[in-house]
């Protein structure tokens, strides 16, 4: 090859890799204009009201009296929260009701996704029915279990009193009322983990099965140690969204208790709207919702590491 031609080959390379450059910049920006409305739309109804959330957490401010200014405290709503003893029932109350209806969640959506995954007759049907819930709001939900519940005439005390057994006052004690909010929520969002169960173990291949099927492995060896870890990841996911739907659960016990008897059945989400619209310490209930806002955030990112740990493993 002559230096002419080993020229021209450079030549044409360096062109081609300049074309290519450009190539890959106005893809880039095309990308980018794209995006840019989405990005802008995110930025604003996303962004803007987290950071004038945390901006209004560090003021002594109200909604309603704006007349009377807006004083910077630093951490003094924080400090008056964390010492309020009530706020820490509420957290407690809280936790209590998030882990009582997302275990119960998981366990009965699991079981229930586990044996719809099998074709049988009026499977579609019995689908559908189970899905049914889930399309209800959490107002209506809460309404309907209110009027079930009812200690007088309620269906569920009927049901009781006919059995010999005494009635329960089910939304006046604190112990009886989480435990109805923890079954309303319940009836209502395990259908959603029934759904993302039944697609996970539809998803695993049956050339597994058949091939555990063959090796003698029993029903309960195919379950814990095929079923189960193959689908973990999707599972994973069902309840990391639970978890934070739980912790931000207000609607529903709105509707099914009102926060009592006295204020013993309020969660934290249901304390924020109360401190922010019914006494309007603007302020205040803004620290309480960037104090929620984090617990949810440090509990999902800790979840969420989990999940690409098991997702590298499985």
């Not at 090859?1 to 106005?26: E, H, L, N, P």
């Not at 007349?67 to 109350?93: C, M, P, Q, S, T």
Request: glycine share 8%.
């Amino acid at each position: 090859m002559t230096v002419i031609d080993t020229t021209s080959a450079q030549t044409g390379q360096a062109t081609r890799r300049v074309i290519g450059d450009k190539r890959k910049s106005s893809g880039k920006l095309m990308i980018l204009g794209f995006l840019s409305p989405t990005l802008l739309i995110l930025l604003f109804m996303v962004a803007y009201p987290i950071f004038s959330l945390i901006w209004y957490s560090f003021h002594n401010f109200s909604a309603l009296h704006t007349n009377h200014g807006f004083n910077y405290v630093g951490l003094e709503n924080y400090a008056y929260l964390l010492d309020d003893d009530g706020l820490w029932k509420r957290f407690i109350f809280t936790g209590k009701f998030v882990f009582l209806c997302v275990s119960m969640q998981m366990l009965i959506g699991i079981f229930v996704g586990y044996q719809l995954q099998r074709a049988f007759r009026g499977r579609d049907m019995l689908f559908t029915l189970l899905m049914m819930p889930m399309m209800l709001s959490p107002v209506v939900v809460g309404f309907l279990w209110r009027y079930m519940l009812n200690s007088e005439w309620g269906i569920v005390n009927y049901l009781i009193s006919a059995t010999g057994l005494e009635k329960v006052n089910w939304l006046g004690q604190t112990t009886p009322a989480l435990f109805a909010a923890a079954a309303a929520d319940t009836w209502m969002w395990t259908p959603f983990i029934i759904l993302l169960a039944t697609a996970a173990f539809r998803g695993i291949p049956d050339t597994i099965y058949e091939a555990a099927e063959v090796d003698g492995a029993s029903p309960a060896y195919v379950f814990f140690r095929i079923t189960l870890p193959m689908s973990a990841p999707v599972l994973f996911i069902a309840l990391i969204l639970r978890l934070i739907d739980s912790f931000k659960q207000y609607d529903l016990f709105f509707a099914l208790t009102g926060g009592g008897p006295g204020s013993s059945t309020e969660t934290v989400s249901f304390a924020v709207a109360k401190t922010a619209f019914n006494y309007f310490y603007t302020g205040e209930a803004s620290a309480l919702a960037v104090i929620l806002l984090f617990i949810i955030i440090g509990l999902s990112l800790i979840l969420v590491r989990h999940l690409n740990k098991m997702g590298e493993k499985y």
